[in-house]
């Protein structure tokens, strides 16, 4: 249960730092529009994502299981944290994140962080899936620039109130979503390792502002962002509310632990490295009960971001450290110019977002695979879409240990032998 950097700043030299610099600046430019578009999706401010990302993603990485996780606010949290605040307030949710961290340090010295190994892989493909249809639903009203008043968080009453309004498209706001969209592949494929999102969402928006086009904007919405961490606090706590939000809390817990870990087990790939689960959860929980003090949203190991953190050279947690100061000092002293952040570029790159984490590249394998296992992801898809993912994770983990339980009793393991008689 070890922080990793504990670890690796043994041998720290002069030449790690210039890569870890690097390669945080340049996380930190990804992270900013990501931030800021993930806070705006769930239902929050825009300066929370900012929050979570400096708070949460410093303590990641400072007390983490892992050389180079990025952590911070995650589009794998929108729908989660969309649905608390709408169901018990903003205050309701930091409990919940609150409690949340709490589940995750009792876990983590628990040493439960290996049992994320046991839930079944077409339980998470199967739910990253719904999660990602969700998350581009919800950004099609700010990307064609629709004018409604209140989407519905269900998804066919969400769906029907969105063809409704489809003669009040904005053509303008549409070109503008469009052309970050298109940017940013551009971008991506020209460049790998250049923080891309950055360019592409600042150009467009730069583009609304100098020609003054009618095109809502960050500002226009939510007025001027803080430039200021605000002061930690705590919610109010009483028994009747952590019973309430007892389930919120587990399953923002469980979703923090699986995404952490996977985006662990991916780093390790990149770097050919290995990382210690028990110190990841435990760092996930500090971190919660951290972003939460801090009036935060939930936060957790960012695939995507920790991906761009080996890509630009990253070698150590230092990289993470340093991502999270940039985003702070972005807030402390250019603060008003994120407030022209247009919002159809911000749905852009959530729509690319909810692509990307669906890993589409990866469908055709699915459906190749075993009948019950393509029932399953389907099942838990579905669930996730028209139910809620808390009845999705439920049902698809029950389903799925059920389904290996039966399996294991129908087949002899691979290494067993029949006994003489």
Known sequence: MKPKILTTLR??????FASDLIAGVTVAMVALPLSLAIAIASGAGPEKGLVTAIVAGFLISLLGGSRVQIGGPTGAFIVVVYSIIADHGYDGLVLATLMAGAIMIAAGYLRAGNLAAYVPGPVINGFTIGIGIIIATSQIKDLFGLSIAEVP???????????????????????????????????????????GLIVAVGLTSAAVAIAALPVETIYSRFGPLPSTLPHPSLPQISLARITELLPSAIVIAFLASIESLLSAMVADRMIGGKHR??????????????SALFVGLPATGAIARTATNVRAGGKTPVAGIIHALTILLVMLLAAPLAGYLAMPALAGLLILTAWNMSEPQKWRGYMQGRMSDRVLLLLTLVLT?????????????????ALRLRRQGAEPEKDWTPPDR
Request: cysteine-free.
């Open 385 to 401: 879409v028209f139910a809620g993912l808390t009845i999705a994770i439920g049902v698809g983990v029950s389903v799925g240990l």
């Open 153 to 195: 968080a269900e998804f066919i009453a969400k769906m029907s109130t969105l063809w409704a309004a489809r003669d009040t498209i904005g053509l303008q706001t549409l070109t503008i979503g469009l052309v970050t969209m298109a940017l940013i592949v551009f971008l991506r494929r020209l460049a790998p390792r250049f923080p």
């Open 277 to 290: 689960a028990n110190a990841e959860i435990l760092a996930q929980g500090f971190a919660n009960i951290g």
């Open 11 to 16: 041998d720290y030299d002069r030449e790690q």
